[in-house]
């Protein structure tokens, strides 16, 4: 399969953003938050069908953190710069309720649908059905393999294994260390599947316990849990936590037990995750992530593409950057923005789009 590679040229080695959260469950259709088409002007240059205006599902498995909100806010950007009215679900993490949202997009026969995060074995079938159906289909972060789906990925093997390597430099080579994970989430199998990868290359590393949960409160859930960790490994010499709620949740526990000894090796990047990072005395020295609000532009440019019949390869992959505490403060980074401005190719403007795509 081919791949489309968007080129970062970042000097450093990072996952999540801020923004309002303006979806809801879609379990009462009411609820469900649209993003607003653009104006007539803008839409005149589009394709006759995207200046009638079109429609695209997006079904999402949740939306709470800093990452869902951020990539959130960059898709209704673009969806708004395309004349795209935007239909959003949120199954809050239940399952269940996202093969719902699905079902009824599909009965809704929408323009294209967005599959945002899932279970293989809840979303699969039904993106299937859509497809069948005639439907356009972006899978972001679903384990997918029908070849008419669109999958995009954010390099999540090769971010776990660098930033797993990361940690070991870190360290010096040895030690003990905790590992945040919860298995059934695509990006989170593939970051720990690198990680299995460092650990095997490395024999001085001892992974000494693996905990996590993600739920609506994953930060909260998460520091409950790495209290006790930090409690029963006196020796623990850091902890990787490639999910910013992750890592978010353990630097809360340790501050709270006063550990000023213990690295944190974290996922994502957000304006809030910054200022978590360069806080003085904080534990998180490195994360890994791509632009969260870029990588949801470049989901709903797929989708256009998909629906309007362009060319656009099965696979689209996102690199991403490690991102170090020493070059956020030497940079006087403070915000998502100010981190843009240092890295600007983490907007992947070239990546899954063409001439008649505006800018958003």
Same mark, same amino acid.
């Given at each position: 399969?081919?791949?489309?590679?968007? !080129?970062?040229?970042?000097?450093?080695?990072?996952?999540?953003?801020?923004?309002?959260?303006?979806?809801?469950? =879609?379990?009462? =259709?009411?609820?469900?938050?649209?993003?607003?088409?653009?104006?007539?002007?803008?839409?005149?240059?589009?394709?006759?069908?995207? =200046?009638? #205006?079109?429609?695209?599902?997006?079904?999402?498995?949740?939306? =709470?953190?800093?990452?869902?909100?951020?990539?959130?806010?960059?898709?209704?950007?673009?969806?708004?710069?395309?004349?795209?009215?935007?239909? %959003?679900?949120?199954?809050?993490?239940? /399952?269940?309720?996202?093969?719902?949202?699905? $079902?009824?997009? %599909?009965?809704?026969?929408?323009?294209?649908?967005?599959?945002?995060?899932?279970?293989?074995?809840? !979303?699969?079938?039904? +993106?299937?059905?859509?497809?069948?159906?005639?439907?356009?289909?972006?899978?972001?972060?679903?384990?997918?393999?029908?070849?008419?789906?669109?999958?995009?990925? *954010?390099?999540?093997?090769?971010?776990? &294994?660098?930033?797993?390597?990361?940690?070991? &430099?870190?360290? #010096?080579?040895?030690?003990?260390?905790?590992?945040?994970?919860?298995?059934?989430?695509?990006?989170?199998?593939?970051?720990?599947?690198?990680?299995?990868?460092?650990?095997?290359?490395?024999?001085?590393?001892? $992974?000494?316990?693996?905990?996590? &949960?993600?739920?609506?409160?994953?930060?909260?859930?998460?520091?409950?849990?790495?209290?006790?960790? @930090?409690?029963?490994?006196?020796?623990?010499?850091?902890?990787?936590?490639?999910?910013?709620?992750?890592?978010?949740?353990?630097?809360?526990?340790?501050?709270?037990?006063?550990?000023?000894?213990?690295?944190?090796?974290?996922?994502?990047?957000?304006?809030?995750?910054?200022?978590?990072?360069?806080?003085? #005395?904080?534990?998180?020295?490195?994360?890994?992530?791509?632009?969260?609000?870029?990588?949801?532009?470049?989901?709903?440019?797929?989708?256009?593409?998909?629906? /309007?019949?362009?060319? @656009?390869?099965?696979?689209?992959?996102?690199? *991403?950057? +490690?991102?170090?505490?020493?070059?956020?403060?030497? /940079?006087?980074?403070?915000?998502?923005?100010?981190?843009?401005? &240092?890295?600007?190719?983490?907007?992947?403007?070239?990546?899954?789009?063409?001439?008649? @795509?505006?800018?958003?």
């Amino acid at each position: 399969m081919r791949r489309s590679f968007a !080129v970062l040229a970042a000097a450093l080695l990072v996952f999540a953003g801020c923004g309002d959260n303006t979806s809801g469950s =879609s379990s009462d =259709s009411e609820g469900e938050a649209t993003s607003t088409p653009a104006a007539t002007q803008e839409a005149a240059q589009l394709p006759e069908k995207f =200046s009638a #205006g079109v429609k695209i599902a997006l079904v999402r498995q949740l939306a =709470s953190g800093d990452y869902f909100q951020q990539w959130l806010l960059g898709a209704q950007e673009q969806a708004k710069a395309l004349n795209v009215d935007l239909r %959003i679900s949120d199954a809050r993490n239940n /399952n269940d309720q996202q093969a719902t949202d699905l $079902q009824r997009a %599909i009965d809704q026969k929408p323009d294209a649908i967005i599959v945002d995060h899932g279970l293989a074995a809840t !979303v699969n079938p039904l +993106i299937d059905k859509a497809v069948e159906a005639g439907i356009p289909v972006v899978a972001f972060d679903v384990e997918t393999e029908n070849p008419e789906v669109v999958s995009i990925q *954010q390099s999540d093997e090769d971010a776990g &294994k660098r930033l797993g390597e990361e940690l070991v &430099k870190g360290i #010096g080579g040895s030690g003990d260390v905790a590992y945040t994970y919860v298995a059934g989430f695509a990006p989170l199998d593939r970051r720990n599947r690198g990680w299995e990868e460092v650990k095997k290359a490395n024999s001085g590393i001892k $992974q000494v316990a693996k905990f996590g &949960k993600v739920s609506d409160s994953t930060a909260n859930d998460t520091q409950e849990q790495a209290n006790a960790v @930090i409690t029963a490994n006196p020796d623990l010499k850091a902890v990787l936590a490639p999910y910013d709620e992750f890592a978010k949740g353990v630097v809360n526990a340790l501050e709270q037990a006063n550990k000023t000894d213990v690295k944190v090796y974290g996922g994502d990047i957000s304006t809030p995750d910054i200022g978590v990072m360069t806080k003085e #005395g904080s534990p998180w020295v490195a994360t890994i992530a791509t632009d969260p609000a870029n990588v949801g532009r470049v989901a709903v440019r797929a989708a256009a593409l998909k629906l /309007n019949g362009d060319a @656009i390869d099965r696979e689209v992959l996102i690199p *991403q950057t +490690i991102i170090t505490q020493d070059f956020l403060k030497e /940079n006087s980074i403070k915000t998502l923005e100010d981190l843009r401005a &240092k890295l600007p190719d983490l907007n992947t403007q070239d990546t899954a789009t063409a001439d008649w @795509i505006p800018k958003s």
